[in-house]
């Protein structure tokens, strides 16, 4: 018994003050390592440093505060979707989803998030924390699919007059058919997002999945006004991306009126959400993308690139960077008599003691 604590103890140790430092390690230099790595990454750094000096010095600061407010909503999103199995703390909520942010960096489709998010989840709650991240997902998938579909609606002429001045450009009728597809696909996520109880109790007949329904039974407690905050809280931090992309291209000079702005980050969003990628990698398509969308009605191409790197940077890489040295403070596992005082109260299980009587 004394060895097996032994180990365990050593264990705790190891993850808990060897892990995190191993992580700021790695992601610091992943993050460098892919920066340096950038086409004229030197030229475009100094067009950015340029830019807090000159008369549009204002509009950086704004974007970066509105970074601020950016992942706060995720923040707060986070605090409702977990509140069912634990009650956090609006700032510790806000250090797990930048930590999350840091994980994110060096996944596909940024799934790594999930296990940065949990590491300030209570043990036993880990586990089903992960199922509940995956609601704000879908909430957010659902935003960025309907307005894609607008926008997509909305610039079918001119996006389908450039595809088809091109060799591999799109017919009409597969262009036709991205569009109905995303509208489908919106309809069909709206649809499960708002039947999510109904989606689990038919899962917990299936013999494989009933084993494990422990860890999705929460799922069944959101309620629709729940569920609408959820949506609401994705739209505006979607509503928050525009303006980071509006205010940056009035930065570096790309002439494109508010609308259309609006309408192509619209399309872009959807696009980047349909094409799998990792965070960091993400530039590079993110750069491609914006200047076949925005370049339609803009010749600054270096303008668009800057836009595209500089939202890379202030909303990705700077909160990853703070998650990361957040991570070093974790303790993965805690002592029972710490648990006691940490800033957040655990919310009973009541399924437990409902099976027990």
Known sequence: MRKIEFLQKR??????????????????????????????????????????????????????ILMLLNWGLEAAKWQVLVEHIQ???????????????????????????????????????????????LVGSISQMIITFLFGFFGLLVLRHELLASTLNTTNGLSSFWFDAVIYGAFVISAGLLLLYYKLSWIIKLMEKIPFVERYSYFIQKLEDFEWRELTKVLIYSLCRYCVFIFQYALLLNVFDVDIDFMHVWWLTTVMFFVMAIVPTIALAELGLRGKVSILLFGLFSNNTLGIVLTATGIWLINLVVPALAGSLLILGIKLFRKKSEKASTDFTAVPDNDKAERRG
């Open 11 to 64: 264990l705790k140790i190891f993850l808990n003050y060897f892990l995190g430092p191993v992580l700021f390690v790695w992601l610091s230099y992943s993050i460098y390592n892919h920066i340096s790595n950038q086409e004229n990454w030197e030229q475009s750094w100094q067009a950015i440093k340029g830019s807090f000096y000159g008369p549009e010095a204002w509009r950086i600061i704004v974007v970066v």
């Open 87 to 133: 009650r956090l703390s609006f700032w510790r909520s806000f250090k797990a989803v930048l930590s999350g942010v840091s994980f994110a960096l060096n996944t596909p489709n940024r799934v790594g998030e999930y296990f940065g998010r949990v590491l300030y989840i209570n043990e036993g709650n880990r586990l089903r924390a992960i199922s509940l991240t």
